[in-house]
């Protein structure tokens, strides 16, 4: 009696599995979509890998047509088995295949929670849910306070400007501009010359602009773009430089010749021109020397109220040797200059033996060759 009833139960159970079990086939058709993760959290422009396992639990091969429903526009993703992208995968009785589905979060994309399904035709559903968890943005911002200067030609230009990340992932972004020709810029990010910069998220990084003109450079005002860029956003911004004029000068002689010859502890005079070589005019134009020891170099005058662009002006120096200079070539160096430009002279003075140290000299000699002859007409004939 008792087995009898174990019996019972016994095909009451089978019946029931078999029920249920018949349900579930039936449900998905032997086949099923599973990952263990359904529900995540991601900042903007974050890639998402999902792996994706295909069970076919019925007594037939199945081919399947695989979907992804729900996706927004400007997502991108790919489905991949095997490393090749798929949208239908064969899958044996009783075996599972595994897929690769990678989902991009654009940096542009409003926070909240995204519904998307992986859909196995005819077969079964995956829901997927996607919270972004912020507002994303392709923003990028380059600013400066301070955006026009003026100067010289000579002048370096150094802008302070600040380049913001508004998006939600660390960026990379190339410098680049597009000065005028025989200009030169350099981007210093941090203080250190580069040609790209990282930022974080939401970050600000200083970068300095240094800028210099081209030697050739005309009076007028000059635009210079600059941007950073990579991929996903540029950023720009003008800056301006004006340039008042060059400054520039020379320090020669109406002849051209530097060099010149004088006697020890005697002093010469020179004839100096200095040019406006510059398009821009020279205001308090001064003179300072660099001259051997004990020497002395004197200029009349020593200071030119101005010199016009292109013109000239001539000053008289004097230079002295020492008394005791040594006979050989020697170098003194005269500088005229403004705060804005500067030129010097080297200019190759020979000094000479004085005259009567040279008549002592051919006298001793003389003296000499007359005492040996002496001697050798007394005493050469014993």
């Known amino acids: 009696m008792k087995s009898s009833r174990n019996y019972v139960q016994s095909v009451l159970f089978l019946f029931t599995f078999l029920f249920f079990y018949g349900q579930t086939v039936k449900a998905g058709n032997g086949i099923t979509l599973y990952t263990p993760y359904t529900n995540i959290s991601v900042p903007p422009g974050e890639s998402i890998d999902y792996s994706i396992e295909v069970n076919n639990y019925g007594s037939q091969l199945k081919d399947v047509e695989i979907n992804l429903t729900g996706i927004p526009d400007g997502w991108d993703h790919t489905l991949k088995a095997g490393g090749y992208t798929i949208n239908r995968i064969a899958v044996l009785p009783g075996e599972k295949k595994t897929l690769s589905l990678t989902i991009n979060v654009p940096l542009k994309v409003d926070k909240g929670k995204y519904n998307i399904k992986l859909i196995g035709k005819n077969y079964d559903i995956l829901?997927?849910?996607?919270?972004?968890?912020?507002?994303?943005?392709?923003?990028?911002?380059?600013?400066?306070?301070?955006?026009?200067?003026?100067?010289?030609?000579?002048?370096?230009?150094?802008?302070?400007?600040?380049?913001?990340?508004?998006t939600g992932e660390k960026q990379v972004y190339s410098l680049m501009?597009?000065?005028?020709?025989?200009?030169?810029?350099?981007?210093?990010?941090?203080?250190?010359?580069?040609?790209?910069?990282?930022?974080?998220?939401?970050?600000?990084?200083?970068?300095?602009v240094e800028i210099k003109p081209s030697p050739l450079v005309k009076s007028g005002s000059y635009k210079i773009p600059i941007k950073a860029a990579n991929k996903y956003s540029t950023a720009?911004?003008?800056?301006?430089?004006?340039?008042?004029?060059?400054?520039?000068?020379?320090?020669?002689?109406?002849t051209g010749l530097l060099s010149s010859s004088i006697t020890s502890g005697r002093e010469k005079q020179i004839e100096l021109l200095v040019r406006n070589i510059g398009s821009s005019e020279l205001r308090n134009v001064t003179f300072s020397s660099t001259k051997p020891k004990d020497w002395e170099v004197t200029i009349e005058p020593?200071?030119?109220?101005?010199?016009?662009?292109?013109?000239?002006?001539?000053?008289?120096?004097?230079?002295?040797?020492?008394?005791?200079?040594?006979?050989?070539?020697?170098?003194?160096?005269?500088?005229?200059?403004?705060?804005?430009?500067?030129?010097?002279?080297?200019?190759?003075?020979?000094?000479?033996?004085?005259?009567?140290?040279?008549?002592?000299?051919?006298?001793?000699?003389?003296?000499?060759?007359?005492?040996?002859?002496?001697?050798?007409?007394?005493?050469?004939?014993?």
């Open 177 to 208: 501009a597009s000065p005028p020709r025989g200009w030169n810029v350099a981007f210093k990010p941090n203080g250190r010359q580069a040609t790209a910069v990282e930022i974080a998220p939401n970050k600000t990084t200083n970068v300095t």
């Open 127 to 166: 829901p997927l849910v996607i919270n972004v968890s912020e507002q994303g943005t392709f923003k990028t911002e380059f600013s400066s306070d301070q955006i026009n200067m003026e100067g010289h030609a000579k002048s370096n230009f150094n802008f302070s400007t600040k380049l913001k990340n508004h």
């Open 236 to 254: 720009e911004l003008e800056l301006e430089v004006v340039i008042k004029g060059s400054y520039d000068m020379e320090l020669t002689t109406p």
């Open 302 to 382: 020593d200071t030119i109220p101005q010199i016009k662009a292109g013109g000239s002006e001539k000053v008289q120096a004097t230079i002295k040797a020492a008394d005791k200079s040594v006979p050989g070539d020697y170098l003194p160096k005269i500088t005229a200059k403004t705060p804005e430009a500067s030129s010097t002279a080297s200019i190759r003075v020979l000094v000479k033996t004085p005259l009567l140290w040279g008549w002592l000299g051919i006298f001793i000699i003389l003296g000499t060759l007359g005492a040996i002859y002496y001697l050798f007409t007394k005493y050469g004939r014993r």
